[in-house]
């Protein structure tokens, strides 16, 4: 597989699981209402996990229309604004971890603090699997994956993955065309 095919596959499997959650192929604000209702399914409406997201997710749509569109985003946003699986390739084709749009940051930030269920600062495989649960993915397959990536600069298994493991792991996943990367295996294995 050349290594763009190989990057573009890892792009969508993030646009398709953690995003087209209504699995119309394109990205809606639909999307993510059903994934507030997950969180509050999940955390409680109550949980600052559930008002968070609310928050940090709005900011990530806002963000996407205004790259994909070229939105204003203190204007008045479309109702039936999308985004499709051509424009996402679009952005994370130029995607620089020295410089990500505000928006990539924000879901960053977020994806780490939705999987810190426990607000320790570390996400551990009992965490992980819990919010994968989410999005599809079974127990063996986060079981799998998390061993996949949860390791140190030697390669070593490691327990517990911190904010600064979790984004190297995450540019990784979104920048690295070495197939056997552990970043990559951050959104599930292959």
């Known amino acids: 597989m050349s290594s763009q095919a190989f ?7 993030v646009f398709y699981t953690f995003f087209d959650i209504n699995r119309n192929r ?3 604000w639909n999307d993510f209402e059903i994934t507030f209702e997950k969180i509050k399914d999940l955390r409680g409406e109550d ?3 559930y008002r968070i997201a609310k928050e940090a997710m709005g900011m990530v749509w806002n963000g996407l229309l205004q790259n994909t569109k070229g939105l204003d985003i203190m204007a008045q946003i479309p109702a039936d604004s999308e985004i499709t699986i ?3 390739v679009t952005i994370w084709k130029s ?3 020295k410089h990500m749009h505000m928006w990539q940051w924000e879901y ?3 994806m780490f603090f939705l999987l810190d269920k426990t607000g320790d600062k570390f996400i551990d495989n009992e965490e992980y699997r819990d919010v994968m649960q989410i999005y599809g993915m ?5 079981d799998k994956a998390f061993k996949m990536f949860a ?3 030697k390669g070593r298994r490691i327990e517990l993955i911190d904010y600064g493991q979790f984004v190297k792991t995450w540019n990784e996943y979104f920048t690295s065309t070495d197939e056997r990367a552990p970043g990559n295996f951050l959104f599930g294995p292959w």
């Open 7 to 13: 990057l573009r596959k890892k792009w969508e499997r």
């Open 47 to 49: 949980s600052a996990e």
């Open 151 to 153: 390791v140190n600069e």
């Open 95 to 97: 995607y620089n971890p």
């Open 138 to 142: 079974s127990l063996q397959d986060a």
């Open 108 to 110: 960053l930030k977020y």
């Open 86 to 88: 051509e424009e996402w």
């Open 26 to 28: 394109k990205i809606d």
